[in-house]
């Protein structure tokens, strides 16, 4: 292994898998994973269709990203629907390079966070192609200020210096998983997946994370709060409702 230390993976790996109620309020984490993996395919297909032609387009758009959407209201003063759609069309563009894609975005949207805004291209990308790219938000590799999930499981003394080096290590991380037996599918989800409820679990979420209280003044198990992190709430809702037959 070039970047990882494969035992600080198993740890967390299983630490996933894990019947714990720190872990998921289900019982069962492989079910709780398996949800979530779904409700990323289906976040995909919408995000992949999404065609921003009004304000409840563009809703849906930041709604589906978790620390997105308290900027939707400052982003649409400041950048209008127009610009936004054009915004949004570059992302969804192959034939751009990656990270020509997320600096046009940047430079269209007006208003919010802008670290959040670069966030927000990043995740967008990778969900409409999630067999091409993973997914790279600060929490997972902030390379600058040398933070983020990257840094719990890499080896001593390695470092990644580059987005093409980032994607080595992620593609390093993809094999790792699919011996333990998560297999990826040809794509990105379960690297996204890993990496979220990495930094979920070994930070202080409350602190860090805007996370929703829960009533009683619970919060939410890992597994939970790393769906939430990935934006798949309003997924989950679609997707147990049709589990329920209603």
Request: aromatic share 12%; proline share 3%.
């Amino acid at each position: 292994m070039r970047f990882f230390n494969i035992d600080y993976v198993r740890d967390i790996y299983n630490e996933m898998i894990k019947p714990d109620v720190n872990n998921t309020a289900r019982g069962n984490p492989r079910e709780s994973l398996s949800m979530i993996l779904e409700a990323m395919k289906l976040k995909s297909r919408v995000l992949s269709d999404l065609e921003i032609k009004t304000e409840e387009d563009a809703r849906k758009l930041f709604e589906s990203v978790f620390y997105a959407k308290k900027h939707f209201n400052e982003v649409m003063q400041f950048t209008g629907l127009s610009q936004l759609s054009q915004a949004y069309e570059t992302l969804k563009d192959t034939s751009i390079p990656y990270l020509k894609r997320v600096e046009k975005f940047v430079s269209l949207v007006k208003g919010g966070d802008r670290a959040d805004i670069e966030d927000m291209a990043r995740e967008v990308i990778h969900f409409i192609e999630p067999e091409t790219y993973p997914l790279w938000t600060r929490w997972i590799w902030n390379g600058a200020r040398k933070t983020g999930a990257m840094y719990y499981i890499l080896k001593e003394n390695v470092d990644i210096h580059s987005f093409d080096e980032f994607v080595q290590a992620i593609n390093e991380l993809r094999s790792i998983l699919n011996v333990f037996g998560l297999s990826s599918d040809n794509n990105y989800y379960v690297t996204s997946v890993f990496s979220v409820y990495t930094y979920v679990r070994y930070l202080d979420y409350t602190t860090h994370l805007a996370v929703d209280k829960k009533a009683a003044g619970l919060l939410p198990s890992h597994l939970a709060t790393t769906a939430l992190v990935l934006g798949l709430k309003p997924f989950l809702k679609v997707i147990r409702l049709a589990n329920s037959g209603a």
